[in-house]
């Protein structure tokens, strides 16, 4: 099952550049009264080691670049434009039971 908040992934090849890829289901639109709490769980890979972008709940560390977290669509959006943020992808489970 694929998180349904998500529509871009954001891959960095180099410091400042970046490239927005699409997949396959839209962020939501900016956090409405109510709903302002909703967390998405997301795959981050930063360039600098245990970095963490604010607003970022680190749920598992994979290595010290690499590390599941759960972030509101606003802190999502917020580390579409940091540069120490090489991508940021949906997470979803492999099996469905």
């Known amino acids: 099952m694929t998180d349904d908040r998500l529509r871009f992934r954001v891959d960095r090849t180099e410091p400042g550049r970046s490239k927005r890829e699409s997949v396959a289901a839209p962020f939501p639109p900016a956090p409405k009264a109510g709903r302002s709490g909703e967390r998405t769980a997301v795959i981050v890979?930063?360039?600098?080691?245990?970095?963490?972008?604010?607003?970022?709940?680190?749920?598992?560390?994979?290595?010290?670049?690499?590390?599941?977290?759960?972030?509101?669509?606003?802190?999502?959006?917020?580390?579409?434009?940091?540069?120490?943020?090489?991508?940021?992808?949906?997470?979803?489970?492999?099996?469905?039971?």
């Open 45 to 97: 890979k930063v360039g600098p080691s245990n970095y963490v972008p604010p607003g970022f709940d680190v749920q598992h560390r994979i290595d010290d670049k690499l590390f599941t977290a759960r972030a509101d669509a606003d802190a999502i959006r917020a580390a579409d434009d940091d540069p120490d943020v090489i991508s940021i992808s949906p997470s979803r489970p492999l099996h469905s039971d």
